[in-house]
């Protein structure tokens, strides 16, 4: 059983604005506006990037306050790279921002050396 996480007071307030961010977009858009965001994939326009910036930013900010360790970049895009598994794309379609404690469907690839979902 994973141990049961208490958020410190960093990760609550990256983890508000992220929040923040994700409902000022329609609810239909959302999932694709985070996956872009996490995904990191380079060759974004000028303008693609002033809108996904603040959503990476506080993506960033929250995984700093909750892994206290820089967000694995290349490690996301090797895991989020096309064609994603078909949980994993009905997982993030259905992201809602108040529910962070829920377990998504998304599973390691270990080639991308990210951790499996227990250690999330």
């Given at each position: 059983?994973?141990?049961?996480?208490?958020?410190?007071?960093?990760?609550?307030?990256?983890?508000?604005?992220?929040?923040?961010?994700?409902?000022?977009?329609?609810?239909?858009?959302?999932?694709?506006?985070?996956?872009?965001?996490?995904?990191?994939?380079?060759?974004?326009?000028?303008?693609?990037?002033?809108?996904?910036?603040?959503?990476?930013?506080?993506?960033?900010?929250?995984?700093?306050?909750?892994?206290?360790q820089r967000v694995p970049v290349e490690e996301l895009r090797c895991l989020l790279e096309p064609p994603l598994p078909i949980t994993t794309?009905?997982?993030?379609?259905?992201?809602?921002?108040?529910?962070?404690?829920?377990?998504?469907?998304?599973?390691?690839?270990?080639?991308?050396?990210?951790?499996?979902?227990?250690?999330?």
């Amino acid at each position: 059983m994973t141990p049961q996480h208490t958020p410190a007071q960093g990760e609550i307030n990256s983890r508000s604005e992220l929040t923040r961010l994700l409902l000022a977009i329609p609810p239909g858009r959302r999932g694709a506006a985070l996956l872009w965001a996490v995904s990191f994939r380079p060759g974004d326009t000028l303008d693609q990037l002033f809108a996904v910036g603040p959503i990476r930013a506080a993506f960033a900010e929250f995984w700093e306050a909750r892994f206290d360790q820089r967000v694995p970049v290349e490690e996301l895009r090797c895991l989020l790279e096309p064609p994603l598994p078909i949980t994993t794309g009905l997982g993030i379609q259905q992201v809602h921002p108040d529910a962070t404690d829920r377990r998504n469907q998304v599973r390691s690839r270990p080639a991308c050396g990210l951790p499996p979902n227990e250690a999330l």
